[in-house]
C-alpha cells in the first residue's frame, strides 16, 4: 500500500465517524469568507502560502514545538498571502483545533490541507472556518472531483485542486478549477522536482488559471525557477517550519 492508500483508508474511517458525530445545522460557521483569488486578483506579485505542518509521511516530525496562533502571527506580519493549516492528526500531527486557532489569529484566507474524500470533511472545515479546501486530483475518481468541488463551491468556499502530471491536470482543467496547485512532491515516491511545474505550466491558461507551486521549495532559486515558469503563488512548508529566523528565511527565499 501507498502512503497515499494508508492515509485515504484513514480517511475513510474518519469520514463514518464524522457523519456520526458532525452535523453542519448544529456548528454553524461564524466568520465570512476570504478570498485568496481577490488577492491573487489584485496586483502580480508572486504569493507566499505559508504552511503550519509539523510532521509528515516523508520527513516525519519536522517541528512539533510550534505555537499555530504565534506561527501564523509571523507569516502573516513577514506577508504571507495564505496560511495553510494541515489538519490531519496521524500522518501529520495536526488538528481542526491548530485551523481554528490560526483563523482567530490573522486576518489572511486559511487554506485546509486534508485528504477530502467526502462531502462532511468539507462541512466540517467550513465549521472551523477555512476558506479554502485542497482536493487532490490523485485520491478522487472524476465524478467525485467534480461532486465535492460543487459543494465547496455552494458553501461559498474556494478550492484549490492538486495535481501532479498532465491527466490530472486535464481533470482539474474539465471542472473548471481556478486554483490548481502543482505538487512537485510524487505522494507515491515523496521524489520532489520542480520541472513538474515548468512541464505543466506550459497546459495552464495562465488568463484565466492560477498556477501555485507546491512543496520542496527551500532557497531564492527555487522560488526564482517557478515564478519564472509562471507561478502566481508559492505554497511552503517544510522550510519555513525548520526555520529559526523566518525573518531572514522569508527575505532569502524572496529575494
Ligand atoms: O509532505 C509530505 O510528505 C506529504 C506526503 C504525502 C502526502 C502529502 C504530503 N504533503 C502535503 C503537502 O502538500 C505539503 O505539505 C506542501 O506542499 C508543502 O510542502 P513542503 O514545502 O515540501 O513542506
Do not use: W
Not at 88 to 112: H, M
Amino acid at each position: 500500500m501507498t502512503i497515499l492508500e494508508q492515509i485515504l483508508a484513514v480517511k475513510k474511517q474518519e469520514v463514518t465517524e464524522l457523519k456520526q458525530t458532525f452535523d453542519l445545522a448544529e456548528h454553524p460557521r461564524l466568520t465570512p469568507i476570504c478570498s485568496f483569488i481577490e488577492r491573487c486578483q489584485a496586483n502580480d506579485q508572486l504569493k507566499v502560502i505559508a504552511e503550519f505542518k509539523r510532521a509528515s509521511p516523508s520527513k516525519g516530525t519536522i517541528n512539533a514545538k510550534l505555537d499555530p496562533k504565534e506561527q501564523a502571527q509571523i507569516y502573516q506580519e513577514l506577508g504571507a498571502s495564505m496560511i495553510s493549516v494541515l489538519t490531519d492528526r496521524q500522518f501529520f500531527q495536526g488538528s481542526y483545533q491548530d485551523l481554528a486557532q490560526v483563523k482567530q489569529t490573522v486576518e489572511l484566507p486559511i487554506l485546509n490541507k486534508n485528504f477530502i474524500i467526502d462531502e462532511i470533511q468539507i462541512d466540517h472545515a467550513y465549521s472551523y472556518g477555512a476558506d479554502l479546501i485542497l482536493l487532490i486530483v490523485a485520491s478522487l475518481t472524476e465524478e467525485r472531483l467534480k461532486q465535492l468541488y460543487d459543494h465547496a463551491k455552494k458553501l461559498g468556499l474556494e478550492v484549490l485542486v492538486e495535481v501532479h502530471d498532465e491527466s490530472e491536470l486535464k481533470a482539474a482543467q474539465a471542472i473548471g478549477a481556478k486554483l490548481i496547485g502543482v505538487n512537485n512532491r510524487d505522494l507515491k515516491t515523496f521524489k520532489v522536482d520542480l520541472a513538474v511545474t515548468e512541464r505543466l505550466t506550459q497546459l495552464i491558461n495562465h488568463d484565466r488559471e492560477i498556477l501555485i507551486s507546491e512543496s520542496g521549495l527551500q532557497t531564492a532559486d527555487d522560488v526564482a525557477r517557478v515564478k519564472q515558469a509562471g507561478a502566481k503563488a508559492i505554497l511552503v512548508g517544510e522550510t519555513l517550519m525548520r526555520s529559526a529566523d523566518l525573518e531572514k528565511t522569508f527575505q532569502d527565499m524572496l529575494k
